[in-house]
C-alpha cells in the first residue's frame, strides 16, 4: 500500500506545543510535496451561568479586534514557515477549536492533521476534554499528535 499526502493541516493555537508540531508538519510537506494548510480557531470568550448558559464576555467590536489580532500573528506564523516551505497557506475560523478543525479538514479534504498534544490544561481540560484527544476520535482522516519535548509525563 503506497501512501499519498497532498494535504496537511496543522491547528495552530500560538503556543510552544504547536510551534513544535508545525516543524513536524513542515517537515512532512517537505517530505510528500504537500500542501501544509495552518489554521487558528478563535474561541470566543465566554462567561457560564449555573454552569449550563455560555453568554459572550467581549463585545462585537472587541472581538473583530481580538480576530483581526489573531489573523495577523497566523500571517506572520504562515509568513515564517514560506521561508521554509513554499506551499503553506493559512485560514482563520471561529467557534469550537476541535470542530471548526474537523470541519476544515472535512471540507479541504486534507490527507493528515498534525497537531501539537498540550493546548490546556488542568481544569479546564478535566472539563471540556483536550483538542487532540477529540481530534484522534473524530477527525476524517489521520492524526499524528505531537508532545513538546518538554512536557514530560509524571506518574501520579
Not at 41 to 50: G, L, N, Q, R, S
Not at 113 to 142: D, F, N
Request: net charge negative; with cysteine.
Amino acid at each position: 500500500m503506497k501512501i499519498t499526502i497532498n494535504k496537511i493541516l496543522c491547528p495552530v493555537d500560538f503556543s510552544d506545543c504547536s510551534d513544535h508540531a508545525m516543524q513536524y508538519a513542515l517537515a512532512l510537506a517537505e517530505q510528500y510535496g504537500a500542501e501544509l494548510q495552518l489554521l487558528h480557531v478563535v474561541e470566543p470568550p465566554t462567561a457560564a451561568y449555573d454552569g449550563v448558559i455560555q453568554a459572550p464576555v467581549l463585545s462585537v467590536e472587541t472581538l473583530d479586534q481580538f480576530q483581526e489580532t489573531c489573523r495577523k500573528h497566523l500571517r506572520n506564523i504562515a509568513e515564517e514557515a514560506a521561508k521554509q516551505y513554499e506551499n503553506v497557506t493559512y485560514h482563520l475560523a471561529a467557534g469550537v477549536p476541535w470542530l471548526g478543525i474537523i470541519q476544515a479538514a472535512k471540507s479541504a479534504e486534507v490527507d493528515l492533521i498534525v497537531a501539537g498534544t498540550h493546548g490546556r490544561s488542568g481544569l479546564v481540560h478535566a472539563l471540556i476534554g483536550s483538542v487532540a484527544e477529540k481530534l484522534v476520535r473524530k477527525a476524517p482522516c489521520p492524526v499524528l499528535t505531537v508532545k513538546h519535548p518538554e512536557h514530560e509525563f509524571v506518574m501520579p
